[in-house]
């Protein structure tokens, strides 16, 4: 009613303008200000509901069109403007509508595990558990057979583990002994290993079964299956970590943190399925990322531990490769050798300066070794001595070396590596052009950076640029 | 009788196919090349030398400027090995964006080299649709980090920015356009009778041969060797992500495109999970103290790079400068089986053969 009264008033304002302004009959007055009143209410309208609301203005604008040709012909502009812009709009929406069903799974599945994420960060600042999100029988029903999957998965790995530090106390007094054992501590710990990796797939298996009659649709099953394969290989990767810890009581700690975490992602699956819809499709799908973040987490803390515990997991690679260099080259090849922990534990070997070039030669053709890809070559100026670094990798077995010389730093020489590797070329020209080091052997060792007419060597550490001017 | 005579030719460094300031000179026998021997250096800054006076954080500045193209590995090389060094556990959100922003930039490097190497060999309109595809992406990057090229983005502990609002839906929207865009590339380009024509046989070498050169990235990969660091010695959150080694056996610059134009798609699919996984919330920074001190030592990482594995070496005295820093930078390495392969070519194969190695000469010279 008070929209009407607005819009006399309205209405008569305008009138009161027009007639000022031009000669019109009062009649086209009356008409044109009821148009004008029609279409701006038409407007609102508009503004609350939808194209069918459009369609109907526009109608009754065409009648009005009929009847009172000049009034309503601005009217009826104004509303096709509106018209349109709407229609754009709800194309806009509609769009999105159909793009939003395409990838309806992708994005109900990131739903759902923004949830789950969102549930898990609350649960861990109020440290209440799951009391006061319980609903309907259908997410009650998820959410137990979400922590009984977790349960039996923290199980697992409990077992998983136990067996790692099993072979860990083993390994640790085989070491120990006599280094004449060496080869048969090997054989045996193959044969473990493998066991080991046996019964994690038998149990794996087991497990597989059990998912299996859970309701997860197919496609959220393959993914939780490729995930678990993914997660084979990180224990396996874990419990040869473990194989080298001499301390089982860090083991043990750190056994218990991985199960309390794996608890505690249990009752965080538990949690998500419960604010979950019922859609199982998207449970599945939150169910199988929080499994990942699980296993990407229980990994990351794993590996932080061995880095904390002294023994390395490369620690059976550097007594390889030191038993085969030594059974093959004399205890005298070697300077040093140890574990980088700084370098993603690389196994380090330091040969001397006159045996260098075998030892790399050795490294190369060994057919137990086999480092056949030179990954880097670089000299460094450390002003007591020079050093020239190389980073080996063997494609055969899949491992890393870094081999190191110090050298004298007055006249720094050393054998190159060329004749091994063809792509030790270009870097030792850039050590020698930076560092001065001289590589014996080079086929064509000149600057490489600098122009060759450079003088000194800008690396190292007593340069000081040549001025001719000084 | 024709006396035939070694005539010498220079190629660059100014010229446009080398894509920087690179010199070849080639001896030549009428059109056959006897000879080809590089000369490099003339883009060489001194970085390393340069980063013995620099505080870690003002390094990264200096690697943007290496590898241009796809400066967030480069950024993310030396981060990571400072992480590595001083143990760091980066927060998840980081992690997810570095993840982003290197694989757009992964997509963009090899955008920008398919372009260029048909531009090379005389197709001018791919360049052109290239780079509109990879404008998209130096947006979103720009978005993020505030550069185009020199993002400066990565800190060590996690990143320096995040994502502003929308830029997650962005990059999701990215990824259906690039896929339509790509199967269009293909359409233009990969079946063309002419293009195959100059790539296929072109530089070819073996596996033996790659590996003994030290060549890495798709020109390993295209002599069959399944070799990917991200896959093979996982760095980042790259284990959480489902993807495959595109591997040729041909090993001649026709496999090489392949590689590379399958890796964008490898890519494209990282980017779709990471999107997806995406943490709504969370820090962008560990705790890092705010004058970054690593630990007395060395230390060595690699990550794969568009052109290959790029690596750091870090010897530090414990001090808030390094004491070296040396970057393994994968262009370096890669070109030096140049000579090789030009070796008894024609030197009309010369540009084809030097753009299918795809080098950046910022990171050629270091």
New interface residues.
């Given amino acids: 009613m008070s929209d009407e009264k607005d819009k006399d008033l309205n209405g008569t304002e305008h009138g009161e303008e027009n007639e000022s302004n031009d000669a019109e009959t009062l009649a086209e007055k009356k008409t044109r200000a009821v148009a004008e009143a029609k279409a701006k209410a038409a407007e609102l309208k508009k503004k609350r509901e939808e194209e069918k609301v459009v369609k109907a203005g526009q109608a009754e604008e065409e009648t009005q069109e009929d009847a009172k040709a000049r009034a309503a012909a601005e009217a009826k502009a104004r509303a096709a403007e509106l018209r349109k812009k709407r229609e754009e709009e709800k194309l806009a929406e509609a769009d999105e509508q159909i793009e939003s069903k395409e990838d309806a799974k ?1 994005r109900a ?2 739903e759902a ?2 949830r789950a ?2 549930l898990r ?1 609350k649960r861990e600042a109020e440290k209440s558990v799951g009391s006061d999100t319980v609903d309907d029988t259908a997410t009650a029903k998820a959410k137990a057979a979400a922590a009984a999957k977790a349960k039996a998965e923290a199980l697992k790995k409990k077992k998983e583990r136990e067996q790692a530090v099993e072979s860990v106390v083993g390994d640790d007094k085989a070491s120990a002994k006599a280094k004449a054992a060496a080869a048969a501590k090997a054989k045996a710990e193959a044969l473990r290993k493998k066991k080991e990796r046996e019964q994690a797939a038998e149990s794996e298996s087991g497990d597989d079964a059990a998912s299996a009659k859970a309701k997860a649709a197919a496609a959220a099953k393959a993914k939780a299956e ?1 995930l678990r394969k ?1 997660k084979e290989k ?1 224990a396996q990767a874990g419990s040869d970590d473990d194989a080298d810890d001499a301390k089982a009581k860090a083991a043990a700690a750190a056994k218990a943190k991985a199960a309390a975490l794996a608890n505690k992602r249990a009752k965080e699956q538990a949690g998500g399925g419960a604010t979950d819809d019922e859609k199982a499709k998207a449970i599945a799908a939150a169910k199988a ?1 929080a499994k ?1 973040a699980a296993a ?1 987490r229980a ?2 803390s794993k590996t ?1 531990e061995a ?1 904390e515990e002294k023994p390395s997991p490369n620690q059976p690679l550097l007594n390889k490769y030191v038993k085969v260099i030594k059974e093959h080259l004399g205890e005298e090849v070697l300077e040093d050798f140890y574990i ?5 534990h ?1 196994p380090t070997l330091v040969a001397k300066p006159e045996t260098f070039y075998k030892l790399a030669e050795f490294l190369k053709r060994n057919e137990q070794l086999a480092f ?5 070559l ?1 000299g ?3 002003e007591t001595h020079m050093e020239v ?1 190389l ?1 080996l990798y063997s ?1 055969q077995n ?1 491992q890393p070396v ?1 081999l190191k010389v110090k050298i004298d730093r007055d006249e720094p020489s050393v054998d190159s590596v060329t004749p091994l ?7 030792e020209r ?1 050590a020698y052009d ?1 560092l001065g080091i001289t590589f014996k052997g080079h086929p064509n060792l000149t ?5 060759d007419d450079w003088v000194g060597h ?2 190292r550490k007593d340069y000081e640029q040549y001025d001719v001017e000084v | 009788m024709i006396r035939t005579e070694e005539m010498l030719l220079n190629v660059g460094p100014q010229h446009p196919s080398t894509h920087g300031v690179f010199r070849i000179v080639l001896k030549i026998d009428g059109e056959q090349i006897v000879e080809a021997t590089p000369v490099i250096g003339y883009l060489h800054r001194g970085t390393e030398k340069l980063a013995e006076d620099l505080q870690y954080t003002q390094i990264i500045p200096y690697t943007d400027r290496m590898d241009y193209l796809a400066a967030m590995t480069n950024n993310y090389v030396i981060c990571h090995a400072v992480e590595t060094m001083m143990d760091l556990e980066v927060p998840e959100r980081a992690e997810y964006l570095r993840v982003l922003v290197m694989e757009l930039g992964r997509i963009a490097s090899h955008l920008v080299w398919f372009g260029t190497y048909l531009l090379d060999i005389g197709a001018m309109s791919p360049f052109l649709y290239a780079f509109r595809e990879r404008e998209v992406i130096i947006n979103l990057l720009n978005e993020i980090s505030g550069g185009r090229l020199t993002f400066n983005y990565m800190r060590v502990g996690g990143v320096k920015w995040d994502a502003p609002e929308g830029w997650i839906d962005k990059v999701r929207d990215f990824v259906p356009y690039m896929r339509e865009q790509l199967a269009g590339y293909h359409d233009l380009v990969t079946g063309n009778e002419i293009f195959l024509a100059r790539v296929k046989g072109i530089g070819k070498y073996t596996k033996e041969e790659a590996l003994a050169y030290s060549l890495s990235g798709a020109n390993l990969r295209c002599t069959g060797v399944k070799w990917d660091l991200r896959k093979d010695e996982p760095y980042s959150i790259y284990d959480r992500f489902d993807f495959d080694i595109p591997a040729r056996e041909e090993g001649d610059a026709w496999s090489r495109y392949q590689c590379r134009m399958a890796e964008i798609e490898e890519a494209l699919k990282i980017i779709e999970q990471a999107v997806e996984q995406f943490p709504d919330e969370g820090k962008i920074m560990a705790k890092v103290p705010r004058i970054i001190k690593p630990p007395a030592g060395e230390t060595y990482v690699r990550i794969e790079s568009p052109r290959g594995e790029i690596g750091c070496y870090i010897a530090s005295k414990g001090k808030k400068e390094p004491y070296r820093l040396k970057f393994r930078r994968p262009s370096f390495y890669n070109l030096q089986i140049l000579p090789k392969l030009l070796k008894g070519e024609n030197i009309s194969n010369l540009i084809a053969i030097l753009g299918g190695v795809d080098i950046v000469l910022g990171e050629v010279d270091g």
Wanted: no cysteine.
């Fill in positions: 992708a599945a990131a595990k923004a994420a969102e960060k490729a993914k990180a990322k990942a990407a990994k990351g932080e880095e980088n922990k700084l370098a993603k690389v056949d890809f030179l990954s880097e670089h460094s100026d450390f670094y980073y494609f899949r870094s590797w063809e792509g030790a070329n270009w870097p850039e930076l600057r490489i950076m600098m122009p800008p690396l």
